[in-house]
């Protein structure tokens, strides 16, 4: 492994590092927060394009580049960090390095080897578990009890450099992917400011991942959170909490797309067929082994509802069973 190149001496009362900050989501501003409170000086922010979103398809800015316009910092916003304009404008920032929370663009090698302590990444996983666009929602899913966030030197391949630092959190048991997210986006956020001081201070080596625990996770695409009721409750519970609340677990329900809030395994339940539902006071959906009570849906077109509200209204026939269409 290359050693990263070396900066000259700080001179007394210069910022630590000069630094473009990288991120788009929520959870990157504590980071971007972190820094900008920090002796490291951020020039810039890179951020992905602003883009039409909600019922009205208004063009919003990103959560990043909000949190740069109110501290006044120049905003880039290429289409992809591959366009020579970037690369231009990368080089001509000076910067010594570039951290990186979830920019949500592939970094090409031309723009990696501008910055000379290259491009430190925020990851929020235990490396080399959960490699991917949506660490935090595949580790709920796949029931684990432990994960957390690496900082590492980012490289051409998918979450495969070498790592500075890590920190360890608990997913407690009703944890959704927001909930764990916003409490690693903290944490993270003095991960990645200890690990640039230790790249300043010249205290830190990143060290290469281990070749064994590697475990992939892509993105969760909305089809990927459709329920799947033959699956035991247990698996349906976390499979829920996983995709909450983006992008937001769904079923059908007399052939229109219903959102669910998380769901709870009810132990000793009624014993029901896969989707079948069951209203009595609370509202129970059968499962592959098991049934589940939910708490909060969506019908098609309304706002979130108390489940008991929603059978109400809804009068299921007994039988009747959610994800038929």
């Given at each position: 492994?290359?050693?990263?190149?070396?900066?000259?001496?700080?001179?007394?009362?210069?910022?630590?590092?000069?630094?473009?900050?990288?991120?788009?989501?929520?959870?990157?501003v504590?980071?971007?927060?972190?820094?900008?409170?920090?002796?490291?000086?951020?020039?810039?922010?890179?951020?992905?394009?602003?883009?039409?979103?909600?019922?009205?398809?208004?063009?919003?800015?990103?959560?990043?580049?909000?949190?740069?316009?109110?501290?006044?910092?120049?905003?880039?916003?290429?289409?992809?960090?591959?366009?020579?304009?970037?690369?231009?404008?990368?080089?001509?920032?000076?910067?010594?390095?570039?951290?990186?929370?979830?920019?949500?663009?592939?970094?090409?090698?031309?723009?990696?080897?501008?910055?000379?302590?290259?491009?430190?990444?925020?990851?929020?996983?235990?490396?080399?578990?959960?490699r991917?666009?949506?660490?935090?929602?595949?580790?709920?899913?796949?029931?684990?009890?432990v994960?957390?966030?690496?900082?590492?030197?980012l490289?051409?391949?998918?979450?495969?450099?070498?790592?500075?630092?890590?920190?360890?959190?608990?997913?407690?048991?009703?944890?959704?992917?927001?909930?764990?997210?916003?409490?690693?986006?903290?944490?993270?956020?003095?991960?990645?400011?200890?690990?640039?001081?230790?790249?300043?201070?010249?205290?830190?080596?990143?060290?290469?991942?281990?070749?064994?625990?590697?475990?992939?996770?892509p993105?969760?695409e909305?089809?990927?959170?459709?329920?799947?009721?033959?699956?035991?409750?247990?698996?349906?519970?976390?499979?829920?909490?996983?995709?909450?609340?983006?992008?937001?677990a769904?079923t059908?329900?007399?052939?229109?797309?219903?959102?669910?809030?998380?769901?709870?395994?009810?132990?000793?339940?009624?014993?029901l067929?896969?989707?079948?539902?069951?209203?009595?006071?609370?509202?129970?959906?059968?499962?592959?082994?098991?049934?589940?009570?939910?708490?909060?849906?969506?019908?098609?077109?309304?706002?979130?509802?108390?489940a008991?509200?929603?059978?109400?209204?809804?009068?299921?026939?007994?039988?009747?069973?959610?994800?038929?269409?």
């Amino acid at each position: 492994m290359e050693r990263p190149r070396q900066l000259p001496p700080r001179r007394e009362g210069e910022p630590a590092l000069k630094l473009l900050f990288a991120g788009t989501p929520a959870p990157a501003v504590p980071s971007l927060e972190a820094l900008l409170a920090s002796d490291h000086e951020v020039v810039a922010v890179l951020t992905r394009p602003d883009a039409r979103s909600g019922r009205g398809r208004k063009v919003s800015r990103s959560p990043v580049a909000e949190r740069a316009d109110a501290a006044g910092l120049p905003v880039l916003q290429p289409r992809s960090p591959r366009e020579p304009e970037f690369l231009e404008q990368l080089a001509a920032l000076g910067v010594d390095c570039v951290p990186v929370v979830a920019y949500g663009a592939l970094v090409p090698q031309a723009a990696l080897d501008v910055p000379p302590r290259g491009w430190v990444n925020l990851h929020f996983s235990l490396l080399p578990a959960w490699r991917g666009a949506a660490p935090v929602q595949h580790a709920i899913m796949a029931g684990d009890e432990v994960t957390g966030a690496s900082t590492f030197l980012l490289e051409a391949g998918l979450d495969t450099g070498p790592v500075y630092g890590t920190l360890t959190e608990a997913i407690r048991p009703r944890d959704t992917a927001g909930d764990l997210l916003e409490r690693l986006a903290v944490s993270g956020a003095q991960l990645l400011l200890a690990t640039l001081d230790g790249i300043a201070a010249g205290a830190l080596e990143p060290q290469p991942q281990p070749a064994e625990g590697v475990s992939l996770a892509p993105k969760v695409e909305t089809a990927d959170a459709r329920v799947d009721w033959t699956l035991p409750a247990h698996v349906v519970d976390r499979r829920i909490r996983g995709v909450s609340p983006a992008p937001g677990a769904w079923t059908t329900w007399r052939g229109e797309r219903m959102r669910l809030g998380p769901a709870v395994p009810v132990p000793g339940g009624p014993a029901l067929a896969p989707g079948e539902l069951h209203v009595d006071g609370d509202v129970l959906v059968g499962t592959g082994h098991g049934a589940v009570r939910l708490d909060q849906v969506q019908p098609a077109g309304k706002r979130m509802l108390p489940a008991a509200d929603w059978a109400r209204g809804a009068r299921p026939a007994t039988g009747e069973r959610l994800g038929g269409g």
